[in-house]
């Protein structure tokens, strides 16, 4: 099953990279962008098409790897009707009451055809509520999940980020409690975000738009109905707090705010609490990252809270919920708020850099880096004893396409490279990894060694070479932030916990490429040959 999951995974990334490209020039052709102005962040039109691709390639996903079942059906059915109103919606500005109109039709297919719903109620455990009831409370529920996190879409990769690690964690409890069901419509979605994210991160160059901010909300609270359903697991429903975490409590907070001043709950403004971090000082990426953080602790609740009863779940949320509220109240009477002096961002250093300006700092990482990371890749080749048929076919493909995009403009090229540098080495290191039995201690040895070394090469080359031109964004915070506390998590098998070494070397690589792309942006098609040796090599083997 854990083949399974991976490839469903990095076949909605795929999907989703392979058309973010060609949705862009739609999105341009039929006007579907995003305009600067009011309170939005941003000063040039950006495509909201980013939902369009990774809901195609999340749902396709499932749809291939995913069980032929009602309940899988009925969340691909619901997911269509939601994303083609929300692409409406991105497409000629619809009202409220038209979204959520399309929020019920997209939530009575899941409860109805899907029989997804609540057969109990929190502090009610024993008790089966009556079916009018539990789909009534559902169908409720969703549609409020659906515009938390569609509210929250404000910052660049906040959504996103958001409903990822949200996912990941309802992924983990579904590990937990053997919920393949879960899992499967779960992981395919961790994959496409990924895709999606790459290009969301601030500066943005895509945005998802209404049709992805309300589709991740919307999946977000059907996972939660699956995996705290008592006839399927131990979970109550009330962890459902703590797992949809900040983008519920943000949109109970700004509707209070705005009841409480005569306004209208449906009517935008700057109250969300990613807005309210910028009014005290935070900059853009510091604003996305303490978010994920904060719902990132949230998360750990739900894991410490997971066996609990209702009667701790509950008051412990509302405390917390209380403690939002008070935030809210006093940044919006600016009680709160960063010196105005000061000289730099809030979570940046890079000012250490100015005292060290030696070579041996700004130039001999990336230089290593750009000599040793190719020849490993090319040598790594050879490791693996054996190579899965469907990870053969799929990179001789990927080999053509990669080819293909290398005789294409210098302007297109890079992305076919960074496509086939990031999912060739992905196949390769899976491949590796299991082929480490019976491997001579002196390889690993020298594995391990390596990876090493290059990640204290990529760091040093984050903070002194100015040239590479590279900066951090909150994806790569919380990819760092995965792959360091995957493999710690408790319960988690021998076999799984390998899966975090895995995401940790591919996190150091993931680093390398985008450095040596910056810096040797004039050698792109040199790594484009890395690349092809990858897809090349891994392909072959299967014809042999």
Not at 20 to 47: S, T
Not at 494 to 501: W, Y
Not at 529 to 542: D, H, K, P, Q
Request: contains cysteine; neutral net charge; glycine residues 10%.
């Amino acid at each position: 099953m854990l083949n399974e999951l991976f490839f469903s995974s990095m076949t909605a990334l795929l999907v989703c990279m392979a058309l973010i490209p060609l949705l862009r020039i739609v999105a341009e052709r039929f006007q579907i962008m995003d305009q600067p102005g009011g309170r939005k962040v941003h000063e040039h039109a950006v495509p909201r098409i980013g939902g369009i691709a990774f809901a195609v390639g999340a749902c396709a996903s499932i749809a291939w790897w995913g069980p032929k079942d009602t309940t899988t059906f009925s969340v691909l059915l619901g997911c269509g009707i939601i994303v083609s109103f929300g692409v409406w919606d991105d497409r000629v500005d619809l009202g409220y009451r038209t979204k959520v109109v399309g929020q019920l039709f997209a939530a009575l297919v899941v409860v109805i055809c899907g029989d997804i719903w609540f057969t109990t109620l929190p502090f009610l455990p024993d008790v089966e509520v009556p079916a009018w009831i539990g789909m009534f409370v559902t169908v409720a529920f969703l549609i409020g999940v659906s515009n938390a996190v569609n509210l929250t879409d404000g910052l660049d990769g906040l959504a996103g980020g958001l409903s990822f690690l949200t996912l990941s964690g309802i992924a983990y409890l579904a590990y937990l409690s053997s919920d393949l069901t879960v899992l499967v419509l779960t992981v395919p979605f961790l994959g496409a975000i990924l895709g999606f994210l790459r290009y969301n991160t601030y500066p943005a160059r895509i945005f998802m738009g209404d049709g992805g901010s309300q589709l991740l909300g919307f999946m977000m609270g059907v996972l939660a109905v699956l995996l705290t359903d008592s006839s399927r697991g131990p979970f109550t429903p009330s962890l459902a707090l703590f797992l949809l975490g900040l983008p519920f409590l943000d949109t109970l907070g700004v509707t209070g705010q705005r009841l409480a001043e005569g306004r209208s709950p449906f009517v935008g403004d700057r109250a969300h609490i990613h807005h309210k971090l910028l009014t005290v000082g935070l900059t853009h990426y510091e604003a996305v990252t303490v978010i994920y953080l904060i719902q990132a602790s949230m998360l750990g609740v739900a894991y410490l809270l997971r066996w609990q009863s209702d009667r701790l779940i509950v008051p412990l949320y509302l405390v917390l919920a209380l403690s939002v509220l008070m935030l809210f109240i006093a940044v919006g009477r600016g009680l709160l708020h960063t010196p105005a002096s000061r000289a730099g961002s809030v979570l940046s250093n890079a000012s250490i850099s100015k005292f060290v300006n030696g070579p041996w700092l700004t130039d001999v990482p990336i230089q290593f880096l750009a000599v040793t990371v190719p020849l490993f890749l090319i040598a790594l080749v050879f490791l693996p004893s054996t190579v899965p048929s469907d990870v053969g076919y799929v990179s001789i493909a990927l080999f053509a396409v990669v080819l293909i995009g290398l005789s294409c403009s210098s302007r297109v090229a890079p992305y076919f490279v960074r496509g086939g540098l990031y999912v060739g080495t992905t196949f390769l290191l899976y491949v590796c990894e299991g082929s480490r039995v019976g491997t001579v201690s002196a390889v690993v040895m020298a594995d391990n060694v390596f990876f090493i070394v290059a990640a204290i090469m990529v760091l040093l080359s984050l903070r002194f070479n100015q040239e590479s031109r590279f900066q951090t964004t909150p994806l790569d915070y919380l990819m760092v932030f995965l792959a360091v506390t995957f493999p710690l998590l408790p319960e988690v098998s021998a076999n799984v916990s390998h899966l975090g070494i895995f995401a940790a070397k591919l996190v150091v690589l993931f680093f390398s490429f985008e450095l040596l792309l910056h810096a040797f942006s004039t050698r792109v098609r040199q790594l484009g040959l890395v690349s092809l040796w990858i897809l090349f090599g891994l392909g072959i083997r299967i014809l042999l």
